[in-house]
């Protein structure tokens, strides 16, 4: 720690001090069963209204956020969120709407959710989509479920294995584990890319599905999908598409043109809503209309007379897989950035991110090889990343420094670091996104190049690094083993 260490609220307590007057109480007594009481009173702090406004300002200004630094975490996708999105959801008619309102009293809710899902199944050019998944990986869970209750509906009960390139998401086989289908990996090609010939080995008539993402998780598009896609139907089993990194094809091209039967959308990664963090988010899912009649319930659907309502009378499907019909507060999000970039601005937004990633790659491959791309002195364009890209950086990692001293020395410089480790052993996966300006692009372009070049002459920098933060760097093996869950 250092000495810019901020108190503890219980260390700056001073009573009676008191943010807070609460109304005397217009609710009737009632006695309380003894053993429910505090037998003394809580040690709550004692802190002046202004005291605790700048003390838990500061500890924001303190955070890591989007809203204050540039985050090329490759994977996850972390662009801005656009303030037209919290004014959405934050209009009084939606953000105090309650779960349990009768349909015919929230009609507009349900008519905005009808249009995203319509939005949606047209992004990803399929027929149905549910909007009941809360999180991306619930997304793919959801779709492994929708896919097993197709087979046995056909008499298929056997189809219970699914293939997974080694490039796809680490979520998949443990989704795949949950819906209790064994997964089996497929091989890369040294270029990034699925050997085909190793998936025509395994693909047979247990084979319910093949899980890719695409781009994948190594930034390259699959020229090759809809090849793959025939070798799939044709073993009577079905394409599905993580579709994680939907942000570099919004617009240029659609998942069920080129071959895929059932997809999710991360929301926080393409359309901009806040991450999800383990909760609070939303996966939903698109079908071909073959799957459809297995979505989960309710369906938000448009009556013939133009009302909206909630569809509970699909008897082939799955059942719930979430309370009412999705997170709407993060549903809302997604549809009002839709609305917002239409057609061509969706567009723009995966062209645009394909652009930075590629600039950042072509500026700092003299220095941070790419694996996966073009190799000495050959442009970009000889074999192009798409929104993200790897680098494996072996002379610096040769002279001693490691992956996770660059990461510490990139927070030094005010940028978060790029994903590190994954999916290969010291990698950089790194994504700028659309949202970055040229200017911060160039920055981070400098400290990267700083950082090599400390590297080479002053490696105990970057060792000791971060610096100039508040808490330095910490034991992260010794924190995941023994915890300290609350102040000494």
């Given at each position: 720690?250092?000495?810019?260490?901020?108190?503890?609220?219980?260390?700056?307590?001073?009573?009676?001090?008191?943010?807070?007057?609460l109304?005397?109480?217009?609710?009737?007594?009632?006695?309380?069963?003894?053993?429910?009481?505090?037998?003394?009173?809580?040690p709550?702090?004692?802190?002046?209204?202004?005291?605790?406004?700048r003390?838990?300002?500061r500890?924001?200004?303190?955070?890591?956020?989007?809203?204050?630094?540039?985050?090329?975490?490759?994977?996850?996708?972390?662009?801005?969120?656009?303030?037209?999105?919290?004014?959405a959801?934050?209009?009084?008619?939606?953000?105090?709407?309650?779960?349990?309102?009768?349909?015919?009293?929230?009609?507009?809710?349900?008519?905005?959710l009808?249009?995203l899902?319509?939005?949606?199944?047209?992004?990803?050019?399929?027929?149905?989509?549910?909007?009941?998944?809360?999180?991306?990986?619930?997304?793919?869970?959801?779709?492994?479920?929708?896919?097993?209750?197709?087979?046995?509906?056909?008499?298929?009960?056997?189809?219970r294995?699914?293939?997974?390139?080694?490039?796809?998401?680490?979520?998949?086989?443990?989704?795949?584990?949950?819906?209790?289908?064994?997964?089996?990996?497929?091989?890369?090609?040294p270029?990034?890319?699925?050997?085909?010939?190793?998936?025509?080995?395994?693909?047979?008539?247990?084979?319910?599905?093949?899980?890719?993402?695409?781009?994948?998780?190594?930034?390259?598009?699959d020229a090759?999908?809809?090849?793959?896609?025939?070798?799939?139907?044709?073993?009577?089993?079905?394409?599905?598409?993580?579709?994680?990194?939907?942000?570099?094809?919004?617009?240029?091209?659609?998942?069920g043109?080129?071959?895929?039967?059932?997809?999710?959308?991360?929301?926080?990664?393409?359309?901009?809503?806040?991450?999800?963090?383990?909760?609070?988010?939303?996966?939903?899912i698109?079908?071909?209309?073959?799957?459809?009649?297995?979505?989960?319930?309710?369906q938000?659907?448009?009556?013939?007379?133009?009302?909206?309502?909630?569809?509970?009378?699909?008897?082939?499907?799955?059942?719930?897989?979430?309370?009412?019909?999705?997170?709407?507060?993060?549903?809302?999000?997604?549809?009002?950035?839709?609305r917002?970039?239409?057609?061509?601005?969706?567009?723009?937004?995966?062209?645009?991110?394909?652009?930075?990633?590629?600039?950042?790659?072509?500026?700092?491959?003299?220095?941070?090889?790419?694996?996966?791309?073009?190799?000495?002195?050959?442009?970009?364009?000889?074999?192009?990343?798409?929104?993200?890209?790897?680098?494996?950086?072996?002379?610096?990692?040769?002279?001693?420094?490691?992956?996770?001293?660059?990461?510490?020395?990139?927070?030094?410089?005010?940028?978060?670091?790029?994903t590190v480790?994954?999916p290969?052993?010291?990698?950089?996966m790194?994504?700028?996104?659309e949202?970055?300006?040229?200017?911060?692009?160039?920055?981070?372009?400098?400290?990267?190049?700083?950082?090599?070049?400390?590297?080479?002459?002053?490696?105990?920098?970057?060792?000791?690094?971060?610096?100039?933060?508040?808490?330095?760097?910490?034991?992260?093996?010794?924190?995941?083993?023994?915890?300290?869950?609350?102040?000494?």
């Open positions: 720690m250092t000495s810019e260490t901020l108190p503890l609220l219980f260390e700056i307590s001073k009573p009676p001090a008191r943010a807070t007057h109304p005397e109480s217009d609710v009737p007594h009632v006695a309380m069963d003894a053993n429910f009481a505090a037998s003394e009173p809580l709550l702090p004692s802190v002046g209204y202004l005291d605790l406004i003390h838990y300002t500890l924001a200004q303190r955070n890591f956020s989007v809203d204050g630094n540039f985050y090329p975490l490759g994977s996850c996708t972390m662009k801005a969120n656009p303030k037209v999105n919290e004014w959801a934050g209009l009084s008619g939606f953000a105090n709407l309650h779960p349990h309102s009768d349909p015919a009293d929230c009609q507009g809710a349900l008519e905005l009808y249009h899902r319509i939005f949606l199944a047209e992004i990803a050019g399929l027929d149905e989509v549910s909007l009941q998944p809360c999180a991306g990986a619930h997304g793919e869970w959801t779709s492994l479920k929708v896919i097993r209750a197709y087979f046995a509906d056909h008499g298929q009960p056997q189809r294995v699914v293939l997974a390139p080694d490039t796809a998401h680490g979520t998949n086989p443990a989704s795949c584990a949950m819906c209790g289908a064994n997964v089996v990996t497929i091989k890369s090609l270029n990034g890319l699925t050997d085909l010939e190793d998936l025509k080995r395994h693909l047979n008539d247990q084979t319910a599905a093949v899980m890719v993402t695409n781009p994948n998780t190594v930034g390259k598009f090759h999908i809809a090849e793959m896609a025939k070798l799939i139907h044709d073993a009577g089993a079905f394409l599905y598409l993580d579709g994680a990194n939907m942000n570099a094809i919004l617009g240029i091209t659609r998942p043109d080129f071959g895929a039967d059932i997809m999710h959308f991360n929301t926080h990664k393409t359309f901009s809503t806040p991450h999800g963090c383990g909760g609070p988010g939303a996966g939903p698109a079908v071909r209309k073959e799957l459809a009649p297995y979505l989960p319930v309710p938000v659907v448009k009556n013939a007379d133009g009302s909206y309502s909630l569809d509970t009378n699909r008897p082939k499907a799955i059942g719930k897989v979430r309370s009412f019909v999705g997170q709407f507060g993060v549903l809302l999000r997604a549809y009002t950035y839709i917002a970039c239409g057609p061509d601005g969706l567009r723009n937004v995966s062209e645009t991110a394909i652009l930075c990633a590629n600039y950042l790659a072509q500026k700092l491959k003299h220095v941070y090889p790419l694996p996966f791309g073009p190799k000495g002195d050959a442009p970009m364009a000889a074999d192009p990343c798409a929104h993200e890209f790897i680098t494996v950086p072996q002379e610096i990692i040769d002279a001693g420094v490691s992956i996770m001293d660059l990461a510490k020395g990139l927070i030094d410089r005010g940028f978060h670091p790029p480790h994954f290969v052993a010291n990698c950089l790194i994504e700028p996104t949202t970055e300006s040229l200017d911060t692009l160039e920055a981070f372009i400098a400290a990267m190049l700083e950082l090599a070049d400390l590297a080479k002459h002053d490696p105990q920098q970057l060792k000791d690094a971060p610096e100039r933060t508040p808490v330095r760097r910490l034991d992260e093996v010794l924190a995941a083993r023994k915890p300290i869950l609350k102040a000494k």
